[in-house]
C-alpha cells in the first residue's frame, strides 16, 4: 500500500505562486507513475501533470503549460508542483495521486480511473 499526503495549498492572488508536495509513505514510489489531478464542484477529476515512472517524461495539461512545473525528488520519496502566475481558473482540489508502472504519455494515463492511490487533496484558491 501507498500512502499520498498533499501540502501546500491556499488562497493567492491571480499571478501569484504556490508549491504543492505529496509525500508517499509505504512503498518507494521509484516505479510508479505519479500526477496531480484538479477537481471542481460537480465535475470529474481532471488530469494536470504526470510524470513517467520510467523515463521521468513529463506531461501537462495544454493550459498549464508554461505556467506549471512538476518534479520528482526520489530520496524524498516525494512529486512537487510548482504553480506559477496562478489564474482564477486554476482553483480547486488538486490531489496527487499513483499507480505502480502506468504509462504516461500525450494520450496514456490522464484518466483518474487509471490510478490506484490517491491523496485526500489540498485546496487551491486563486482570486481575481
Known amino acids: 500500500q501507498v500512502q499520498l499526503v498533499e501540502s501546500g495549498g491556499g488562497l493567492v492572488q491571480a499571478g501569484g505562486s504556490l508549491r504543492l508536495s505529496c509525500a508517499a509513505s509505504?512503498?518507494?514510489?521509484?516505479?510508479?507513475?505519479a500526477a496531480w489531478f484538479r477537481q471542481t464542484p460537480g465535475k470529474e477529476r481532471d488530469f494536470v501533470a504526470g510524470?513517467?515512472?520510467?523515463?521521468?517524461?513529463?506531461y501537462y495539461r495544454n493550459s498549464v503549460k508554461g505556467r506549471f512545473m512538476m518534479s520528482r525528488d526520489t530520496a524524498k520519496n516525494s512529486v512537487y508542483l510548482q504553480m506559477f502566475n496562478l489564474k482564477p481558473e486554476d482553483t480547486g482540489v488538486y490531489y496527487c495521486?499513483?499507480?505502480?508502472?502506468?504509462?504516461?504519455?500525450?494520450?496514456?494515463?490522464?484518466?483518474?480511473?487509471?490510478?490506484?492511490?490517491w491523496g485526500q487533496g489540498t485546496q487551491v484558491t486563486v482570486s481575481s
Open positions: 495521486a499513483a499507480d505502480q508502472f502506468l504509462p504516461i504519455g500525450e494520450s496514456t494515463g490522464r484518466r483518474s480511473s487509471e490510478y490506484e492511490y
Open positions: 509505504g512503498r518507494t514510489i521509484s516505479n510508479y507513475a
Open positions: 510524470i513517467s515512472w520510467r523515463s521521468g517524461n513529463l
